[in-house]
């Protein structure tokens, strides 16, 4: 009992968050259509989240060939859904399935499935939370970073429809602190993390080269086949079943334009269907060059706050060479940022924080029209990052090699990318 209550005691700022959470995107997705439309009853639920539901009942069903459907969702293999099996299952065994109209979703299945969805993805907000407790954060400063981001997460989980994210932004944490706190001898155990992660959303692997570079090559090659293998299995099933329609969709990311939000890059994308895009090379790109920015800084420095920031710079590029935008691609950016941000400074987190909710408010809508939207949203990215490198005092010092007063006491810290470069002007 006595361990129980440490626990929660420790977990007690991302549990009330969550809790919150979970009220307030149960009772909005309920309520806000009745309120807001007089004699109207909708239910207002993400139908990104509803398509994936549909690749679990195939899934439950053992129709594997259904997994993977034309103009689906999931694009992705296939780890949440089988997760979320479980969830349609109960809900079946509650009789919570009843439509509001003919054509509508099964309304009483939100019930289980949103409150699931937020629990999925409120992993997110509890990795967050063990990274402020390793660095020893105050419990108002670790209050302040799961309101701030549990706003992030309601939107990616209820507001979008992708707790999958949420997800694997938490194992790639989790598989940065466990080296962070054991040392090598946890490696086996984080490329297990990764591997999962990547089995719920390959954004995971971007997490891959900033974790595993403080391993090296001969062991980061030897623990691979953990990266690969939570994957394989996940999709074994939908590939011997539909072989052709899993590839295409998990190899070209197939999108349709009218439902996103157009980069600079959108014109770059293949079409591979009627109506329908791919966005798979760019997002390749973007991965090689994150990872080898990893490589660079991190066999210089590994350790946490590095890790996390070469992750964060890695999303940002993802961001940047994205040929189709949604705001919940940018919200590993923020994520990590926040407590980054918030281990340096209060003012720090602060900033982050605007540019983060300045962020949602510029994304969460489709735009095709991208001469202002654009840059405005990749302004707040740039911004969030700037909160997380070093101040101007502290670029001099390290390209100059001198140190003020302030800088002789106490070891200055220096996060991502920017360190690197840094070390290369003053060689």
Not at 79 to 102: D, T
Request: hydrophobic share 55%.
């Amino acid at each position: 009992m006595g361990r129980l209550s440490a626990w929660a005691e420790r977990r007690a700022a991302p549990s009330v968050v969550t809790v919150a959470m979970l009220v307030a995107v149960m009772a909005y997705s309920l309520l806000a259509h009745p309120l807001f439309h007089v004699g109207q009853i909708r239910l207002l639920a993400p139908s990104d989240l509803w398509s994936l539901t549909k690749s679990s009942y195939a899934i439950l069903h053992g129709n594997f060939a259904h997994i993977y459907v034309r103009n689906g969702s999931l694009t992705s293999p296939p780890a949440f859904e089988i997760a979320l099996a479980p969830v349609i299952l109960l809900g079946q065994a509650l009789g919570l399935s009843p439509h509001l109209h003919s054509t509508g979703e099964p309304l009483s299945l939100w019930f289980v499935l949103g409150p699931a969805a937020l629990l999925f993805a409120s992993t997110a907000l509890f990795a967050l939370d063990a990274v402020a407790r390793h660095w020893h954060l105050s419990d108002g400063k670790r209050l302040a970073l799961a309101l701030v981001g549990g706003v992030g997460v309601a939107n990616v989980a209820g507001g979008w429809g992708h707790p999958e994210d949420c997800v694997a932004v938490a194992f790639v944490v989790w598989a940065a602190l466990a080296l962070e706190r054991d040392g090598l001898r946890a490696a086996p155990r984080a490329a297990w993390l990764l591997g999962l992660g990547i089995a719920f959303q390959p954004l995971a692997v971007l997490g891959v080269a900033p974790v595993l570079t403080r391993v090296g090559w001969r062991e980061a090659a030897r623990l691979s086949w953990r990266l690969v293998l939570p994957s394989a299995i996940v999709l074994l099933p939908p590939l011997l079943a539909e072989t052709h329609q899993t590839l295409f969709v998990i190899l070209r990311q197939p999108f349709q334009p009218k439902y996103i939000s157009f980069t600079p890059l959108t014109h770059l994308a293949p079409v591979i269907a009627p109506a329908t895009d791919g966005g798979g090379t760019t997002r390749l790109i973007a991965i090689l060059i994150g990872a080898a920015l990893a490589i660079a800084v991190c066999r210089r420095r590994h350790d946490l706050a590095t890790v996390l920031s070469m992750v964060a710079v890695a999303a940002s590029l993802r961001v940047l060479f994205e040929t189709e935008l949604n705001w919940y691609y940018l919200w590993p950016v923020p994520a990590l940022c926040l407590v980054l941000a918030l281990r340096r400074s209060g003012f720090r987190f602060a900033v982050c924080s605007v540019a983060f909710l300045a962020s949602m408010v510029l994304g969460d809508r489709r735009v095709h029209h991208i001469a202002t939207w654009w840059p405005a949203l990749m302004g707040t990215l740039v911004l969030m990052l700037l909160t997380i490198g070093p101040s101007p005092r502290e670029w001099r010092s390290l390209v100059t090699g001198r140190r003020g007063p302030a800088e002789s006491v106490r070891p200055v810290e220096f996060e991502g990318v920017m360190v690197a470069a840094a070390d290369l002007l003053r060689e």
